[in-house]
Nanobody
């Protein structure tokens, strides 16, 4: 089993930046595609970004494309989400997730077997 712990959330003004980190407990982290999801109050959890096992490929939700950057460091068992030009609508609990089974990156929640507890991001206007 993989344990995931997020950090880096907080309160930021619109237009600002935050960098989220997600540390994994096992070295098999490198055999999993990794994703970031978010859930705003009263809304379903939605896909934000994903990165392939090697880190060479990424994909993003249209709502964050050009503003967010996902990356990973397999030597540190850590995945990152750099969030720039933040908007109030980015306010949500952000969770990282591990997908050890899919051949390619998936945006589907059900493809991800392991989840972190989440970190709150609040963007004020």
């Amino acid at each position: 089993q993989v344990q995931l712990v997020e950090s880096g959330g907080g309160l930021v003004q619109a237009g600002g930046s935050l960098r989220l980190s997600c540390a994994a407990s096992r070295r098999t982290f490198s055999t999993s595609n990794m994703g970031w999801f978010r859930q705003a109050p009263g809304k379903e959890r939605e896909f934000v970004a994903a990165v392939s096992r090697s880190g060479a490929s990424t994909r993003y939700a249209d709502s964050v494309k050009g503003r967010f950057t996902i990356s990973r460091d397999n030597a540190k068992n850590t995945v990152y989400l750099q969030m720039d030009s933040l908007k109030p609508e980015d306010t949500a609990v952000y969770s990282c997730a591990a997908d050890p089974r899919s051949l390619t990156m998936s945006s589907l929640r059900q493809a991800h077997d392991y989840w972190g507890q989440g970190t709150q991001v609040t963007v004020s206007s």
